[in-house]
T-cell receptor, first 112, second 113 residues
Framework: RKEVEQDPGPFNVPEGATVAFNCTYS??????FFWYRQDCRKEPKLLMS???SGNEDGRFTAQLNRASQYISLLIRDSKLSDSATYLC?????????????FGAGTRLAVHP | SQTIHQWPATLVQPVGSPLSLECTVE??????LYWYRQAAGRGLQLLFY??????ISSEVPQNLSASRPQDRQFILSSKKLLLSDSGFYLC????????????FGDGTRLSIL
């Protein structure tokens, strides 16, 4: 099993739709998680940090299910500007918490 | 606030030429520093990371090297570039706490001819 697995997509949704991405991780001891957003040909940018059961920031909600070892990202009322690749990120314990493991990303395309 | 600077933004180099990419961080002390490479349409590959001056951990065997001559400066180098070195190179920093995210520079798009 890969350390971090994401559905690559693409998810094609109309404006205003609600879309959810799932991410599974293999290390049950993981305590913190991150979602990054990467636009085409740009650097990844931190979208949300998840340290407990979940986090909410405006239209974005991240939820953590420790028992099943998955993290989800829910986007409500999708905007055209939400089109990007969303990266699920988990700390790498082999690196003494100094490294992060990035998922390959889920691509979202929001159309008019 | 903390900022990270990476340059150049774009670079075109011939095969066999040397490389030097520089990254600097402002507004923080003793950050962890990272170099990643991203091939077109692929995920991030960690190349090197550093937890302090002169301390470099290499993740992938290759013809690249990294150095950290100052606390907030991280340099990626090569003596002779290969075609396979093409890609998007990203520098990132992180605070020293255990559960902190990384923050990326704007990246350098390197094309080898």
């Amino acid at each position: 099993r890969k350390e971090v697995e994401q559905d690559p997509g693409p998810f094609n949704v109309p404006e205003g739709a609600t879309v959810a991405f799932n991410c599974t991780y293999s290390n049950s001891a993981s305590q913190s998680f991150f979602w990054y957003r990467q636009d085409c040909r740009k650097e990844p940018k931190l979208l949300m940090s998840v340290y407990s059961s979940g986090n909410e920031d405006g239209r974005f909600t991240a939820q953590l299910n420790r028992a099943s070892q998955y993290i989800s990202l829910l986007i409500r009322d999708s905007k055209l500007s939400d089109s990007a690749t969303y990266l699920c990120v988990v700390p790498d314990f082999s690196g003494g918490y100094n490294k992060l493991i990035f998922g390959a990303g889920t691509r979202l395309a929001v159309h008019p | 606030s903390q900022t990270i600077h990476q340059w150049p933004a774009t670079l075109v180099q011939p095969v066999g030429s040397p490389l030097s990419l520089e990254c600097t961080v402002e507004g923080t002390s003793n950050p962890n520093l990272y170099w990643y490479r991203q091939a077109a349409g692929r995920g991030l590959q960690l190349l090197f990371y550093s937890v302090g001056i002169g301390q470099i951990s290499s993740e992938v065997p290759q013809n690249l090297s990294a150095s950290r001559p100052q606390d907030r400066q991280f340099i990626l180098s090569s003596k002779k570039l290969l075609l396979s070195d093409s890609g998007f190179y990203l520098c990132a920093w992180k605070g020293t706490g255990a559960y902190q995210p990384q923050h990326f520079g704007d990246g350098t798009r390197l094309s080898i001819l």
